[in-house]
C-alpha cells in the first residue's frame, strides 16, 4: 500500500509568519503534533512540531508578566522555530518505509510533497490504524500467535490445513524474533472452535504463544 492511499490530505499547514500561539492554537483544535511550514505557493520550506514550540513558551517561573508573555507568544513567529532541513515523502512511498523513516528518525508524521508542494501529511496515527487492520483487531474471530520454522512452505501449510478445516482467515501478520531458525506468526480466525483450530495448526508449528476469542 502506497502513502497517498492513506494520508491526512489536504494537509493543514501554517506560513512562516504564523505566531506561535496561532501554531499551538491550530494543532489543540485539530489535534495534530506537527505542521508543514509553506510559502504562498504552497511549496515546503519548513515543519515545525509541538515539542519546538513548548520548548520556546515560557516556563511556570518565568519573571515576565502575563502582558509580555501574550506579547511574546503573539510576536514570535514559527519561522524562527522551524525545522528547515525536512524529511519528506511521496504519494508512491509505499507505507513501510514512511514508517521506517518515522520510527528510525523518531518523528511522528512526515509531509507528503508533489514536486515541492505539499499534498499531504502521513503520520503515526496513521501508521496505527493500518497495523490494527493488518492485524484484524477490529473483527472478531479467534487470534492465534505462533512461533513457526523459517523454513519454505511453513505458511503454507498453516493457511491450507486452517482452510481445509473451515476456516476463514481475517488476518494474517509475520514478525521478526531473535531466533535464527523461526519466526513468529499472528493469524485471526474465524469459523473454528477453539480446540479445533489449535489441534488443526499444531503439527505444523513449534510451538502455540497465545490463542484468545476476541471481540
Known amino acids: 500500500m502506497l502513502v497517498g492511499r492513506r494520508m491526512s490530505s489536504p494537509a493543514i499547514t501554517v506560513s512562516p509568519e504564523t505566531s506561535m500561539q496561532e501554531a499551538l492554537d491550530l494543532m489543540n483544535e485539530k489535534n495534530i503534533r506537527r505542521l508543514p511550514v509553506v510559502d504562498k505557493k504552497g511549496n515546503l520550506i519548513g515543519i515545525v512540531s509541538e515539542r519546538q514550540l513548548l520548548k520556546a513558551s515560557p516556563s511556570d517561573a518565568t519573571t515576565l508578566s502575563r502582558w509580555e508573555i501574550n506579547t511574546m507568544l503573539l510576536e514570535l513567529t514559527v519561522e524562527r522555530l522551524m525545522t528547515e532541513d525536512v524529511l519528506t515523502v511521496t504519494e508512491d512511498t509505499p507505507l513501510e518505509e514512511a514508517a521506517r523513516i518515522m520510527a528510525d528518525q523518531n518523528i511522528s508524521g512526515l509531509p507528503v510533497v508533489r514536486g515541492e508542494t ?46 481445509e478445516n473451515g476456516g476463514d482467515i ?26 479445533t483450530l489449535t489441534g488443526t495448526v499444531k503439527p505444523y508449528v513449534v510451538e502455540i504463544i497465545d490463542a484468545r476469542e476476541t471481540l
Open 118 to 163: 505539499v499534498v499531504g501529511l502521513i503520520a503515526e496515527t496513521d501508521i496505527f490504524n493500518i497495523f490494527l487492520e493488518i492485524l484484524g483487531a477490529r473483527e472478531e474471530g479467534i487470534l492465534l500467535s505462533m512461533h513457526v520454522t523459517k523454513k519454505p512452505g511453513t505458511l503454507f501449510n498453516i493457511t491450507k490445513v486452517i482452510y
Open 170 to 195: 481475517v488476518s494474517l501478520g509475520t514478525f521478526q524474533t531473535e531466533s535464527s531458525e523461526y519466526g513468529e506468526v499472528t493469524v485471526k480466525v474465524r469459523g473454528l472452535d477453539m480446540k
